[in-house]
């Protein structure tokens, strides 16, 4: 459908629109940046951000406080500390054609009252598909690396950053006392490649493409495990700097070479728009033979006195821009189609296809989104197809080439699993499986989510388990998971599972029995209630009894719990009534009473660590724990605000000594730091 022109708008309809972008580039902006799994292309993100930006200087009045033109990125994940960033890490403005590249310039020049005939000289630099992070190095040490975070906030993942050899520990000392170094972490396409195949063997979970594996690599709470991905890094620009260390980017990165960063041997000087366009075609004729994936070129202006006089605006710098490449298509035959089935009962077709390489990836599977999509492509199995993948997306069928001698597809009225009736709601593009509860599709999937990792997130229990589990009746419900204990025999009988890994995961569950309440609603799956909702309704409700109380009964648009839903900022009619929906569900009100009742789900506390008992406390943890891993003691302490070092001092604060801990409790004693058993730190941190 094409949306109405701006213009056209009326004050109503502008309010409303502005409240579904504001709702739809957050939902977006948390598949790339917290899930790391978009949706959509970067094209069709971008056109929402404009339309909103258009619609906000058209309705100067109805700009919302929460609207996507005044936040910068995604949300930043619960489990790492959190950092503010000495100066936010901003975006870039996209660039689609020479035209909007002269326009920047154009920009430029006006800003800074320069005549036309005046060169502006600068730096073309390939925009790596990977995630920003920044390095902060005190008196020339590597003291704290991040994470970008939502632009202002990032997650602090210090020692992960030391595991990867392109970072230098130390620098030089004309490095000055405070310098900041930003800069992409990616992973090459081999490298990709060759620990997707490692994965296989180990029957661990596939990445989708190297920016999933490196931002999964590095957002690891175990630095072994991000030691043992092969990151990279490219070093692109500077946050805080005690003092300047050169005055233009070129003269920048040419110092960031000689101390050891990795800058793109890509990069050019350039002093005209014509030798730009040059170097963004030479490099994106390079870009697939490049062994890392890049998705354009960004231009920034040399003279960082310009750079700093041009400023930013909203949430990108005026000094530079990326210039997108064209997404990278391939044409191949549309074998068959498959529809799958959602945890809401939404059937998506999925285009099975003979493999073909796109940008060096192979694809043999594409998204064709819902049957109005394979209606208005016209394709049919057998037929050659053009698929696209850009970035991240998953791959999709874009046109039709050629017929292939196939007959149309016809979209199942059934759910092709349980054969409920699959029905479109008016007005929805979607067509949903009714079966509920009885569709065993719909139920491993939300099962799935169920244990996923901003839910119960159970180490050890992962998708295939769950499938594999429900397939052979040991898991049907949520329950059943904690009642897995009493399946010890059915567990040990199965390939792959010892006395040891079968404890551990037992353990591992017990561990989970107590949830904090925003956990435990995202848990439940109920639809448009992700993240940001779930905590949106911890933190209005706070707790779970509240939730029970007044959702039921919200399902009445007059009643007062209804208004209470939504007078929630940020809650609107569409997740009202699904919220309202899911609780007064018999089926869903008999799983919540069994849930309440085997689980401890906690009242919402505000996080508030300052002054606490170990913020800003040196903590060491040596030995076996037998509550918690010491991954997961290290993150604890984190959470509430200590830094947990691998070496004693006479710094730290306490040591945390479980079973079998060494030489480390000797070297405290003698040190006289304080050493703590595990009951110690456990009632510390009131467990
Ligand atoms: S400069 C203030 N340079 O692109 C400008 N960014 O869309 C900050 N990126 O978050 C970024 N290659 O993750 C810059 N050579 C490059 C880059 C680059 C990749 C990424 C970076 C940033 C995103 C912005």
């Not at 977006?28 to 929402?48: C, M, N, Q, S, V």
């Not at 041997?265 to 033979?289: D, F």
């Not at 799958?340 to 192979?362: C, D, E, I, K, Y």
């Not at 929906?581 to 089926?587: G, I, P």
Request: aromatic share 6%; net charge neutral.
């Amino acid at each position: 459908m094409t949306p109405k022109p701006i213009s056209e708008l009326s004050d109503d309809e502008a309010r409303a629109e502005l409240e579904r972008l504001a709702k739809e580039i957050a939902y977006h902006d948390r598949l790339y940046h917290t899930e790391d799994a978009p949706e959509i292309l970067d094209g069709d993100y971008d056109k929402l951000r404009r339309r909103n930006e258009a619609i906000e200087s058209q309705f100067p009045t109805l700009v919302r406080a929460d609207s996507p033109s005044r936040k910068i990125g995604g949300a930043v994940s619960a489990r790492f500390k959190k950092v503010e960033h000495s100066i936010p890490m901003l975006s870039l403005s996209n660039a689609f054609s020479g035209n909007d590249v002269l326009e920047f310039d154009n920009r430029i020049r006006r800003f800074l009252g320069l005549e036309s005939g005046k060169k502006i000289h600068l730096v073309a630099e390939p925009k790596i598909d990977g995630l920003s992070a920044t390095l902060r190095y005190e008196r020339g040490q590597f003291a704290l690396g991040a994470t970008r975070g939502d632009g202002t906030v990032g997650e602090e993942v210090t020692q992960n950053l030391r595991t990867i050899s392109d970072i230098p520990n130390a620098l030089p000392p004309d490095a000055g006392s405070i310098l900041e170094i930003r800069g992409e972490v990616y992973m090459a396409k081999s490298d990709f490649h060759a620990l997707n195949a490692r994965q296989k063997t180990s029957k661990q979970k596939q990445f989708s493409n190297p920016r999933n594996a490196a931002a999964g690599s590095l957002r690891q709470l175990n630095p072994d495990i991000t030691a043992k991905r092969p990151l990279r890094f490219f070093a692109y620009n500077a946050g805080e700097q005690s003092s300047p260390i050169s005055d233009t980017q070129w003269g920048f990165l040419q110092t960031l070479k000689r101390w050891g960063f990795q800058v793109n041997p890509l990069t050019r000087r350039c002093t005209s728009i014509e030798e730009i366009l040059s170097a963004y075609n030479e490099i994106g004729a390079k870009r697939s033979e490049l062994d890392y994936e890049i998705d354009g070129v960004v231009y920034k202006v040399d003279n960082l006195d310009y750079q700093n006089r041009l400023g930013t605006v909203s949430r990108a710098p005026r000094w530079a821009v990326a210039h997108k490449f064209p997404a990278e298509q391939a044409d191949t035959v549309l074998d068959k189609i498959n529809i799958q089935v959602g945890r809401t009962g939404a059937l998506t077709p999925v285009a099975h296809l003979r493999p073909v390489s796109v940008g060096g990836v192979l694809v043999s599977r594409a998204t064709l989104h819902n049957e109005d999509e394979i209606e208005r492509l016209g394709v049919m199995p057998g037929d050659t197809v053009r698929i696209q993948r850009a970035g991240d997306v998953i791959p999709q069928v874009v046109q039709r080439v050629s017929a292939g001698c196939g007959k149309a597809f016809e979209f199942p009225t059934h759910c092709p699993v349980c054969r409920s009736a699959a029905v479109r709601e008016p007005d929805k593009a979607v067509r949903r499986c009714t079966g509920g509860f009885n569709c065993p599709a719909q139920t491993v999937e939300r099962l799935k989510h169920f244990i996923s990792r901003d839910a119960f997130d159970i180490e050890g229990l992962g998708a295939t388990h769950i499938k594999d589990f429900y397939a052979d009746g040991i898991i049907n419900k949520p329950t059943d998971i904690f009642n897995l204990k009493n399946q010890r025999k059915a567990l040990l009988c199965r390939d792959g599972w010892g006395e040891q890994s079968t404890s551990k995961l037992l353990q591992n569950i017990e561990e989970r029995r107590r949830i904090s309440l925003d956990r435990f609603i995202y848990a439940l799956g109920i639809p448009s209630v992700g993240r940001v909702t779930a905590k949106l309704l911890a933190k209005h409700l706070g707790c779970f009894a509240m939730l029970r109380e007044i959702a039921p009964a919200a399902i009445d648009t007059n009643a007062t719990s209804h208004q209470q839903l939504l007078s929630i900022d940020g809650l609107g009619p569409v997740v009202t009534k699904d919220i309202a929906d899911f609780f007064s569900n018999e089926k869903n009100q008999e799983l919540l009473d069994d849930l309440n009742t085997i689980l401890e789900i906690q009242d919402f506390s505000a996080p508030d660590f300052n002054g606490g008992p170990i913020y800003g406390k040196i903590i060491v943890f040596t030995g076996t724990l037998e509550k918690m891993s010491r991954n997961e003691a290290k993150a604890r302490a984190e959470e509430f605000g200590a830094r947990v070092t691998g070496s004693i001092s006479k710094k730290t604060d306490f040591v945390v000594a479980g079973s079998k801990s060494g030489t480390k409790v000797e070297k405290a004693a003698a040190l006289g730091v304080k050493i703590l058993n595990e009951k110690e730190w456990l009632s510390i941190l009131d467990i």
